[in-house]
């Protein structure tokens, strides 16, 4: 079956550094893939789509790249804030339908 | 603010009863899904609407029923409710055509406490 791995520690790091967060999956080849936000008690938040032919994505401070043969995604926040401190989503539509499958997500703490 | 909304934001219940959570997608919307996240189990997806019709099934237990109205809002029923049920249920909507119908928006939850 599917799998999506993130891993479930907590990253902590300081204020200005930049956060890595890691998603890797097993057993299918998915033609794109997502990362959400999401803070406590709250909605998960679309951030960046990425697609199987596109090795990297940037948005403002928020770097994604994905490598198909690894079947892995990278997520970076440089020069991360406290206000960066989220839970953050891996997403993947293992149905081929727009029904997405999350990963359960790594939590990131940055301290000022 | 995401344009999907959800009601009731909170709901207490007791086993064995029935509740109805309710969700009015992003204006122009067709798509409407239902997922369940618990602590353990992170967000699993339950169930896809596109245009009032089922599109997919996920994870939902027999005792879960969804449909979405003529007016594109969703309701998801739970009846028999146990203790594990307790958790939040989050619907989202996506817009469609291209890529934009693979990007869902997440409204704001219920919390849903049986005890």
């Known amino acids: 079956s599917q799998k999506i791995e993130q891993n479930s520690e907590a990253l902590n790091i300081q204020e200005g550094k930049t956060a890595t967060l890691t998603c890797n999956y097993t057993n299918y080849s998915p033609a794109y893939l997502q990362w959400y936000r999401q803070d406590p008690g709250r909605g998960p938040v679309f951030l960046l789509l990425i697609r199987e032919n596109e090795k990297e994505k940037r948005k403002e401070r928020l770097k994604v790249t994905f490598d198909t043969t690894l079947k892995q995604s990278l997520f970076h926040i440089t020069a991360s804030q406290p206000a960066d401190s989220a839970t953050y989503l891996c997403?993947?539509?293992?149905?081929?339908?727009?029904?997405?499958?999350f990963g359960k997500g790594t939590m990131l703490l940055v301290s000022p | 603010d995401s344009g999907v909304t959800q009601t009731p934001k909170h709901l207490i219940t007791a086993t064995g009863q029935r509740v109805t959570l309710r969700c009015s997608p992003r204006?122009?919307?067709?798509?409407v899904y239902w997922y369940q996240q618990s602590l353990d189990q992170g967000l699993q997806f339950l169930i896809h609407y596109y245009n009032g019709e089922e599109r997919a099934k996920g994870n939902i237990l027999e005792r879960f029923s969804a449909q979405q109205f003529p007016d594109l809002h969703s309701e998801l029923n739970l009846s028999s409710l146990e203790l594990g049920d307790s958790a939040l249920y989050f619907c989202?909507?996506?817009?469609?055509?291209?890529?934009?119908?693979?990007?869902?928006?997440f409204g704001a939850g219920t919390r849903l406490s049986v005890l």
């Open positions: 997403a993947l539509d293992v149905s081929g339908y727009s029904t997405l499958t």
């Open positions: 989202a909507s996506s817009a469609q055509g291209g890529l934009a119908k693979n990007i869902q928006y």
């Open positions: 204006s122009g919307d067709l798509s």
